[in-house]
């Protein structure tokens, strides 16, 4: 796990660097796909199914300001002011490593800098109450406190997962939650832990393409994710560069 967490952790430092405007999403795609492949590293979104979809057909998801989560990478060319999350999964020695961030192409607005900047803040919480005899509603209720409490729809439709030998394995990890209740968490736990934060309300919907969602509202969203490992001195986050 902490391998396939390294190796995500090197995607995303790769692909950070490549995003500006002019670039498209596809080549966002390749950069990634060429540094996975690079590492010893197999893509777990390229070719994945799951609830009748059709087959994922990329490396990563970029989805652009109204799009929340599963944005298909595309010819779409990115342009100032334009808020692009990355969402990517690398496999290593069957082990999954699974993890979102948003960044503003060139210059961004003050208010899309401080969407981006509770979705993050509110990841950092949720993985602070990821502690032994902790619940996963304590994670949830950190989460949807803090994006709440600065006016942002929190995504109910999408959650956050155990993670380890596939990408989505139980327990869910929603971001919204009431302290105490939900699944206790053990040593040696994985989860992905993935705040979805709206400027408007927290409804989503799915595009016509079987992957993309958009916020109902038409508003701009923000998407972290790390996967972390629970161990006796607290919460590890393996998609992290250290
Ligand atoms: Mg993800
Ligand atoms: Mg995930």
């Given at each position: 796990m902490r391998e396939a967490g390294r190796v995500v952790a090197r995607v995303k430092e790769k692909i950070a660097e490549a995003?500006?405007?002019?670039?498209t999403t596809l080549e966002l795609d390749r950069v990634a796909e060429r540094e996975i492949r690079s590492n010893g590293a197999v893509p777990s979104f390229k070719g994945y199914t799951a609830?009748?979809?059709?087959?994922?057909?990329?490396?990563i998801c970029a989805s652009v300001n109204d799009e929340i989560v599963h944005g298909i990478p595309s010819g779409r060319v990115l342009e100032e002011g334009d808020v692009l999350s990355i969402d990517v999964g690398a496999i290593v020695h069957g082990f999954h490593g699974d993890s979102a961030f948003t960044v503003g192409v060139g210059e961004i607005d003050e208010g899309a800098e401080r969407l981006i900047e509770a979705t993050r803040e509110s990841l950092r919480l949720g993985i602070e109450q990821?502690?032994?005899?902790?619940?996963?509603g304590d994670i949830s209720s950190a989460v949807q406190e803090h994006a709440e409490s600065r006016g942002y729809g929190v995504v109910r439709q999408y959650v956050g997962h155990g993670i380890g030998r596939s990408m989505h394995e139980a327990p869910e990890v929603p971001n919204y939650g009431e302290p105490g209740r939900g699944p206790l968490l053990r040593e040696g736990m994985a989860l992905a832990i993935e705040p979805m934060l709206n400027v408007g309300g927290w409804e989503a919907v799915q595009g016509d393409d079987g992957w993309t969602v958009v916020t109902a509202d038409g508003s701009l969203s923000a998407h972290f994710e790390d996967t972390i490992a629970i161990s006796e001195d607290g919460p590890e986050v393996l998609t992290a560069l250290r």
């Open positions: 995003i500006g405007p002019g670039v609830g009748g979809h059709i087959p994922f057909p990329a490396s990821a502690r032994v005899g902790a619940r996963i």
